[in-house]
Protein backbone atom coordinates (compact mmCIF):
# COMPACT_ATOMS: atom_id res chain seq x y z
CA UNK A 1 0.00 0.00 0.00
CA UNK A 2 1.20 3.57 -0.66
CA UNK A 3 1.36 5.56 2.24
CA UNK A 4 3.42 8.65 0.97
CA UNK A 5 4.07 10.83 -1.88
CA UNK A 6 7.59 9.11 -1.82
CA UNK A 7 6.38 5.59 -2.41
CA UNK A 8 4.22 6.63 -5.06
CA UNK A 9 4.95 9.51 -7.02
CA UNK A 10 2.05 10.90 -6.88
CA UNK A 11 -0.08 10.84 -3.68
CA UNK A 12 -3.48 13.17 -3.10
CA UNK A 13 -5.17 10.20 -1.53
CA UNK A 14 -7.37 12.36 0.60
CA UNK A 15 -9.39 13.51 -2.15
CA UNK A 16 -10.69 9.83 -2.93
CA UNK A 17 -13.53 9.73 -0.12
CA UNK A 18 -16.34 8.36 -2.30
CA UNK A 19 -16.25 6.73 -5.80
CA UNK A 20 -16.09 8.43 -8.70
CA UNK A 21 -19.21 8.80 -11.36
CA UNK A 22 -17.82 7.49 -14.06
CA UNK A 23 -16.12 4.04 -12.09
CA UNK A 24 -19.34 3.19 -10.22
CA UNK A 25 -21.97 3.57 -13.21
CA UNK A 26 -22.65 0.41 -14.83
CA UNK A 27 -23.08 0.91 -18.58
CA UNK A 28 -26.40 0.33 -20.53
CA UNK A 29 -27.20 -3.19 -21.97
CA UNK A 30 -26.25 -1.89 -25.15
CA UNK A 31 -23.18 -0.42 -24.55
CA UNK A 32 -21.26 -3.89 -22.93
CA UNK A 33 -18.46 -5.59 -23.89
CA UNK A 34 -17.49 -9.13 -23.82
CA UNK A 35 -14.90 -10.24 -22.14
CA UNK A 36 -12.76 -10.59 -24.42
CA UNK A 37 -12.94 -7.20 -26.37
CA UNK A 38 -12.97 -4.61 -23.05
CA UNK A 39 -9.24 -6.77 -22.23
CA UNK A 40 -8.65 -6.23 -25.90
CA UNK A 41 -9.36 -2.51 -25.46
CA UNK A 42 -7.99 -2.02 -22.13
CA UNK A 43 -4.55 -3.32 -23.28
CA UNK A 44 -3.88 -0.49 -26.02
CA UNK A 45 -3.43 1.41 -22.94
CA UNK A 46 0.54 -0.61 -21.92
CA UNK A 47 1.25 -0.96 -25.53
CA UNK A 48 0.87 3.00 -25.76
CA UNK A 49 3.12 3.49 -22.64
CA UNK A 50 5.62 0.84 -23.74
CA UNK A 51 6.48 3.12 -26.96
CA UNK A 52 5.51 6.78 -25.28
CA UNK A 53 2.44 6.83 -27.49
CA UNK A 54 -1.32 6.63 -27.13
CA UNK A 55 -1.69 8.59 -30.41
CA UNK A 56 0.61 5.87 -32.35
CA UNK A 57 -1.24 2.81 -30.79
CA UNK A 58 -4.56 4.64 -31.56
CA UNK A 59 -5.50 4.10 -27.94
CA UNK A 60 -9.70 4.30 -27.93
CA UNK A 61 -10.54 6.96 -25.41
CA UNK A 62 -13.60 8.31 -25.26
CA UNK A 63 -13.66 12.33 -25.85
CA UNK A 64 -14.12 12.75 -21.56
CA UNK A 65 -11.60 9.77 -20.46
CA UNK A 66 -9.66 10.97 -17.54
CA UNK A 67 -6.76 9.47 -15.14
CA UNK A 68 -6.40 9.49 -11.61
CA UNK A 69 -3.24 8.03 -10.28
CA UNK A 70 -3.24 8.26 -6.43
CA UNK A 71 -5.72 10.22 -6.01
CA UNK A 72 -4.29 12.98 -8.13
CA UNK A 73 -6.21 13.47 -11.45
CA UNK A 74 -3.24 13.43 -14.32
CA UNK A 75 -5.36 13.74 -17.76
CA UNK A 76 -8.57 14.52 -18.92
CA UNK A 77 -11.13 17.15 -17.97
CA UNK A 78 -10.20 19.21 -14.81
CA UNK A 79 -6.28 18.32 -15.14
CA UNK A 80 -4.19 21.02 -13.79
CA UNK A 81 -1.40 20.58 -15.70
CA UNK A 82 -0.06 21.95 -18.85
CA UNK A 83 -1.10 19.61 -22.33
CA UNK A 84 -2.91 16.96 -19.83
CA UNK A 85 -6.63 17.62 -21.00
CA UNK A 86 -6.34 15.58 -23.27
CA UNK A 87 -5.64 11.73 -22.04
CA UNK A 88 -4.55 10.57 -25.58
CA UNK A 89 -2.48 13.41 -27.42
CA UNK A 90 -0.88 14.01 -23.58
CA UNK A 91 3.14 13.83 -23.72
CA UNK A 92 4.18 10.59 -22.09
CA UNK A 93 7.54 8.86 -21.75
CA UNK A 94 8.28 4.90 -23.48
CA UNK A 95 8.40 2.52 -21.21
CA UNK A 96 9.63 -0.25 -23.36
CA UNK A 97 10.39 -3.08 -20.35
CA UNK A 98 6.69 -2.22 -19.17
CA UNK A 99 4.56 -5.57 -18.47
CA UNK A 100 1.40 -6.01 -17.94
CA UNK A 101 -1.55 -8.98 -16.51
CA UNK A 102 -5.00 -9.04 -16.35
CA UNK A 103 -5.97 -9.60 -12.97
CA UNK A 104 -9.70 -9.02 -13.01
CA UNK A 105 -12.77 -7.97 -15.15
CA UNK A 106 -16.06 -6.80 -14.35
CA UNK A 107 -18.17 -7.36 -17.64
CA UNK A 108 -21.58 -6.18 -15.71
CA UNK A 109 -19.99 -2.83 -14.79
CA UNK A 110 -17.11 -2.59 -17.58
CA UNK A 111 -13.83 -2.27 -15.50
CA UNK A 112 -10.66 -4.45 -16.59
CA UNK A 113 -8.28 -4.44 -13.86
CA UNK A 114 -4.57 -4.63 -14.93
CA UNK A 115 -1.76 -5.26 -12.94
CA UNK A 116 1.36 -3.60 -14.87
CA UNK A 117 4.99 -3.52 -14.03
CA UNK A 118 6.52 0.05 -15.65
CA UNK A 119 10.11 -1.52 -15.96
CA UNK A 120 13.50 0.71 -14.89
CA UNK A 121 13.37 4.30 -16.86
CA UNK A 122 15.74 6.10 -14.95
CA UNK A 123 12.96 8.25 -14.13
CA UNK A 124 12.09 6.41 -10.54
CA UNK A 125 15.32 6.29 -9.02
CA UNK A 126 18.18 4.09 -9.84
CA UNK A 127 17.37 0.90 -10.33
CA UNK A 128 13.50 1.36 -9.35
CA UNK A 129 10.21 1.63 -11.64
CA UNK A 130 6.30 1.86 -10.77
CA UNK A 131 4.12 -0.83 -9.83
CA UNK A 132 0.58 -0.27 -10.71
CA UNK A 133 -2.75 -1.82 -10.65
CA UNK A 134 -4.90 0.19 -12.67
CA UNK A 135 -8.40 -0.01 -13.14
CA UNK A 136 -10.24 0.63 -16.80
CA UNK A 137 -14.05 1.76 -17.00
CA UNK A 138 -14.32 0.06 -20.98
CA UNK A 139 -17.64 -0.04 -22.75
CA UNK A 140 -18.77 1.08 -26.17
CA UNK A 141 -15.87 0.51 -27.26
CA UNK A 142 -13.65 3.25 -25.75
CA UNK A 143 -12.10 3.75 -22.61
CA UNK A 144 -13.98 6.54 -20.47
CA UNK A 145 -11.68 5.94 -17.15
CA UNK A 146 -8.81 5.27 -15.53
CA UNK A 147 -7.84 4.90 -11.82
CA UNK A 148 -4.49 3.57 -10.59
CA UNK A 149 -2.82 3.12 -7.06
CA UNK A 150 0.98 2.44 -7.52
CA UNK A 151 4.15 2.48 -5.78
CA UNK A 152 7.55 2.84 -6.61
CA UNK A 153 9.38 -0.29 -5.64
CA UNK A 154 12.41 -2.15 -7.40
CA UNK A 155 11.99 -2.83 -11.32
CA UNK A 156 12.91 -6.54 -10.15
CA UNK A 157 10.15 -7.08 -7.16
CA UNK A 158 7.70 -9.92 -7.79
CA UNK A 159 3.91 -9.15 -8.61
CA UNK A 160 3.43 -12.47 -6.52
CA UNK A 161 1.57 -13.90 -9.56
CA UNK A 162 4.36 -14.69 -12.08
Do not use: Y
Given at each position: ?????????????DKLDVAGAVMSTPPTESQLMSREDAIKVAEHYPAGLKIGSFVTVDAPFAPDAY??????????????????????TQKIIAHPAITSHVVAVDEEHGVVLLRMNFGDTGSYGPGNSL???EAFKVYGGQIHGV???????PATASSGWD
Open positions: MTRTQKEGGLFTIRIENGARTAGPGCARAGCENIKHVFEAFMKIL
